[in-house]
């Protein structure tokens, strides 16, 4: 079994920047895709952006939304995935959600997905 925690959501000015972290625990895997999703109230889970680990090679996605303004990393040493946000808008406000896969897929699509975590609230006031 894997377990995903997330943190680092708050509230922040627009223009302003997070990371948000998900722990991934619970086994020890050689090929992951963990992705960011978000949802807003009233609306539809929304991908923001993915990638995957395997044999020294990754690949990521990123939504248009959040593209050229996010980045998605990984330290190994903490098991921890990132979402680094910069230029945050009044629009990214939502519930991030990361998920894990314990294989290579595009991830782009929630259904890929195995394992989510519980959700941190970010709010981008104006």
């Known amino acids: 079994q894997v377990q995903l925690v997330e943190s680092g959501g708050g509230l922040v000015q627009a223009g302003g920047s997070l990371r948000l972290s998900c722990v991934v625990s619970?086994?020890?895997?050689?090929?992951?895709?963990v992705g960011w999703f978000r949802q807003a109230p009233g609306k539809e889970r929304e991908f923001v952006a993915a990638?995957?680990?395997?044999?020294?090679?990754?690949?990521?996605s990123y939504g248009d939304s959040v593209k050229g303004r996010s980045s998605i990393f990984r330290d190994n040493a903490k098991n921890t995935v990132y979402l680094q946000m910069n230029s945050l808008k009044p629009e990214d406000t939502a519930v991030y959600y990361c998920?894990?896969?314990?294989?290579?897929?595009?991830?782009?699509?929630?259904?890929?997905?195995?394992?989510w975590g519980q959700g941190t609230q970010v709010t981008v006031s104006s």
């Open positions: 619970g086994r020890t895997f050689s090929s992951i895709t």
């Open positions: 998920a894990a896969a314990l294989d290579l897929r595009t991830g782009i699509n929630s259904r890929e997905y195995d394992y």
């Open positions: 990638r995957s680990w395997s044999d020294g090679l990754s690949r990521m």
